[in-house]
């Protein structure tokens, strides 16, 4: 069974652009969750999808957007890219109603400069 | 305000011996706790994870200790073997893990365990 994809891997932006990022989650599984992870703060939570619908919300502005697919593929979007926003950016996916079964990608470092 | 603190940010020890990984909360409403485990260039790993409902869980050579009353909990690896070394998060949620999605993570802790 395949696990979780982040695509792209990597990724390069200058300030003020606007980037987004892909999440396939494991087959079979309708949640996905979005958490970033910088040396500073750790690992943030951003927000989680089940069936299309948001349904958790992290503390982050609003230039950090989110939308999932029927096919429970997701993608989040950074728009004006900010310095600060250079990260790991994980996505999580699970199949039944517990945190632990939320499986982890490999994430996409995006650095901006 | 970090509602998750794991204040070391590294642990190293010899293989064979014992690794704790402590790990310190302030929301009193987080009642589900878990450990990931992360090597470079991968996601987090769930580990094991403990109730609030309960002091202890064993996992193989993994156990989880939970002390509410001073919202302290504390990883304990025995015997450490090298291939445990990576990164160890501490991660908390409320509402009893149910469906409540939003996990809360300390920064985590790196553990070197030596040949």
């Known amino acids: 069974k395949a696990g979780v994809t982040q695509t792209p891997r990597y990724l390069i932006k200058t300030r003020g652009q606007q980037v987004t990022l892909s999440c396939s989650p494991i087959s079979g599984h309708r949640s996905v969750s979005w958490y970033q992870q910088t040396p500073g703060q750790g690992l943030q939570f951003l927000f989680e999808y089940f069936s299309e619908t948001q349904r958790n919300k992290g503390n982050f502005p609003g230039r950090f957007s989110g939308r999932q697919f029927s096919n429970s593929r997701s993608e989040m979007n950074v728009s004006t890219l900010e310095l600060g926003d250079s990260a790991l950016y994980l996505c999580a996916s699970s199949l039944i109603l517990a945190v632990n079964e939320q499986f982890f990608g490999p994430g996409t470092r995006l650095t901006v400069l | 305000d970090q509602q998750v603190k794991q204040n070391s940010p590294s642990l190293s020890v010899q293989e064979g011996r014992i690794s704790i990984l402590n790990c310190d909360y302030t929301n009193s409403m987080f009642d589900y706790f878990l450990w990931y485990k992360k090597y470079p260039a991968e996601g987090p790993t769930f580990l094991i994870s403990?109730?609030?409902?309960?002091d202890k869980n064993e996992d193989g050579r993994f156990t989880v200790f939970l002390n509410k009353s001073a919202k302290h909990l504390s990883l304990h690896i025995v015997p450490s073997q090298p291939g445990d070394s990576a990164v160890y998060f501490c991660a908390a949620s409320a509402n009893s893990g149910g469906s409540n999605y939003k996990l809360t993570f300390g920064k985590g802790t790196l553990l070197t365990v030596n040949p």
């Open positions: 403990i109730s609030s409902i309960k």
